[in-house]
């Protein structure tokens, strides 16, 4: 009994001191940004790594999710005789809740575990230290740059993901389901606004960006230096992101959309 | 550096498509553009009842869309709703002795202001009054008067 209230004391001071020196660590990161500005070299680099190379799964995902939402939104509507308010089906859903929500998720998976693998394999190959040594601040060299692209991509890959996503309900919806086209951007320009709708979607994008690229930065540095503590930080990068993103994105959501 | 020039480009492209989606999403999916480009001047019109109206309803004439509603509140002294509408400037030449009404398009539709000219030769101004109003239909009190008319009929 002793030994399970010690077990628990001490889980319980682990995770404390861990979100301790998460928050330390986000700070320190923050500011990094400033000495990356000066070298945008190296923030190109990282966009290139965390968002170019995300963008062919996270078009692709946005075709097939807005499809998909065509086709159902579609079979529903049709009971109900309102198949021309497909568009603002789709594209509420869409810029509103999946376009953010599913493009973070995918942008965890894709991005935040390659970049927690990549940073914990510098730190057990002693690269990090190895710079400490040559008095080059890994901080700023290594993880700003990353946090900086990661916060900058997010909200770029989201709204290409909605973007797609409605193209791709379209090519459905009046491509194969014979819903009037005119009726579906028409219909959906009436009822979406740009400051409500979408401004929002973007601001939660940039939310989860930058939970996101926080926690893979920084289960990465704080990785135990072996293969298993790699792979284990791996693992928690995207399990802690999956469920922060959808955690904010309730309370985001209330705190946007409560009142209409 | 062949390879860091065409990271650059990749780059370059990426976050001009992020940009492109973002002007795509403002334009063709929202109604950003319908809101910023016209002027507009505000009457208002006073309902016994504004039914469903809502700030950003329609304001129509014969069918065309012409503004839209910019605020509803409730008149403390006489319990009337004041519905304020910002007309586009482009249509500056309506009587002043037009009626407003409540419609809904269609049977579950939203609500919207319909105007009705009348034939006078003045026209209403910025911060203007309609004076003739026709107050929102309500179906419950459309039917429980109708169900109240033919109980009466049957005695």
Redesign the interface.
């Known amino acids: 009994m002793i030994e399970l209230l010690a077990h628990l004391g001490k889980n319980t001071r682990s995770s404390f001191s861990k979100l301790g020196r998460g928050t330390f660590f986000l700070l320190q990161c923050l500011a990094g940004i400033i000495s990356v500005l000066p070298r945008p070299r190296l923030l ?2 990282q ?2 790594s965390v ?2 190379l995300s ?1 062919l799964i996270i078009s692709i995902s946005g075709l097939f999710v807005g499809m998909v939402l065509g086709l159902q939104g579609f079979y529903i509507l049709s009971d109900f005789g309102a198949e021309t308010t497909l568009g603002v089906m789709v ?1 509420t859903s869409l ?1 509103r809740e999946l376009g953010p929500v599913v493009s973070a998720l995918l942008f965890a998976g894709r991005a935040g575990s390659a970049l927690t693998a990549e940073i914990g394999l510098m730190k057990a190959t002693e690269q990090l230290s190895g710079m400490e040594m040559m008095a080059v601040d890994p901080i700023k060299r290594i993880i700003s740059p990353r946090f900086l692209a990661g916060f900058l ?1 997010m ?3 989201a ?2 993901f ?3 996503g ?1 193209i791709g309900g379209q090519i459905v919806g009046s491509g194969l389901l014979g819903v009037d086209e005119g009726a579906y ?1 028409a219909q ?3 009822k ?3 400051y409500d ?2 401004i929002n979607g ?1 601001i939660k994008s940039v939310v989860f960006g930058f939970v996101t690229s926080w926690i893979a930065l920084f289960e990465g540095h704080d990785a135990v230096p072996t293969s298993e503590g790699i792979s284990r930080a791996t693992t928690r990068t995207v399990v802690n992101s999956a469920f922060s993103i959808l955690g904010l994105d309730f309370i985001l959501t209330a705190l946007m959309f409560g009142d209409d | 550096m062949q390879h860091t020039s065409t990271q650059d480009t990749l780059v370059g492209l990426f976050v001009a498509a992020g940009i492109t989606a973002l002007f795509f999403l403002a334009l063709q999916v929202s109604n950003l553009s319908a809101l910023t480009e016209k002027d507009s001047y505000t009457i208002t019109a006073r309902f016994e009842n504004s039914g469903g109206l809502k700030v950003k309803s329609p304001v129509s004439a014969a069918g065309v869309k012409i503004g839209q509603v910019s605020a509803i509140s409730l008149d403390p002294k006489t319990y009337e709703a004041v519905v304020k509408m910002s007309i586009y400037s482009q249509y500056n030449n309506i009587p002043s002795d037009t009626t407003a009404s409540v419609f809904t398009a269609g049977l579950l539709g939203e609500q919207y202001v319909s105007l009705e000219p009348g034939g006078s030769e003045e026209f209403l101004k910025n911060n203007g009054a309609i004076e003739i109003t026709q107050s929102a239909i309500i179906l419950e009190k459309a039917i429980g008067q109708f169900l109240f008319k033919s109980a009466e009929e049957k005695k």
Do not use: E
């Open positions: 190109l680099n966009m290139y968002g170019v963008f594209a810029v991509s909200p770029l890959l709204t290409l909605s973007a797609i409605i951007w959906m320009q009436a979406l606004d740009f709708d979408i973007v």
